[in-house]
């Protein structure tokens, strides 16, 4: 049996689905319904759940789409910008990363719990995201050479649970300003 591609409509409304179920997650309190996530994307239900026939299923390609969007996007940042330009934007997508677990907690909590998430493997992942646009700003000679990925993930953790996304942008963004101007490296 050879298995096809989805259709170009298909993989639109899916990725279209993805980009608004992030946003959604991302502006909620609690979990919204799948109603409305396909509300608000301007489908029916039943085209949602032909793409993500549980709210699980749907949740953990939110979760992926945003692990693989950090990793691959260090190295994107790093051929756009100097490294520590990189840094700091890839912070606010850390950040926006975050805030979309906001929606989906319950069902993130209890997908890793039950095995259907591995946290340590995503961990190894950003860590590695992080070590990247690092190695390239210690050549650079714009970061720090003494700072480590796990010190700027416990930072990024520090900072966005005292100042979450979206509702405290701005101190957000201070205070990932401030970290930025601790890592640069301090003239001899």
């Known amino acids: 049996m050879e298995i096809r591609a989805p259709r170009a409509d298909a993989a639109r409304n899916r990725d279209q689905l993805l980009a608004v179920a992030t946003r959604v997650f991302m502006s909620a309190d609690a979990e919204p319904s799948m109603r409305a996530i396909a509300r608000e994307a ?100 714009d970061l720090r050479s003494d700072v480590t990925a796990e010190d700027i993930a416990a930072s990024l953790i520090g900072i966005f649970t005292v100042a979450p996304r979206p509702e405290r942008e701005a101190t957000a963004s201070r205070l990932l300003n401030l970290l930025m101007d601790g890592l640069r490296p301090t003239a001899r």
């Open 42 to 141: 301007g489908v029916g239900i039943a085209t949602l759940y032909r793409h993500f026939p549980t709210r699980e299923s749907l949740v953990d390609a939110v979760y992926q789409d945003q692990v693989v969007r950090l990793t691959t996007g260090a190295h994107e940042l790093l051929g756009q910008l100097p490294p520590a330009a990189a840094m700091r934007r890839w912070m606010d997508s850390f950040g926006d990363w975050i805030a979309t677990k906001n929606g989906m907690l319950d069902t993130l909590l209890a997908m890793i719990e039950s095995g259907e998430i591995t946290h340590a493997q995503t961990r190894t992942e950003l860590l590695t995201a992080i070590t990247t646009i690092l190695d390239a700003g210690r050549a650079a000679g």
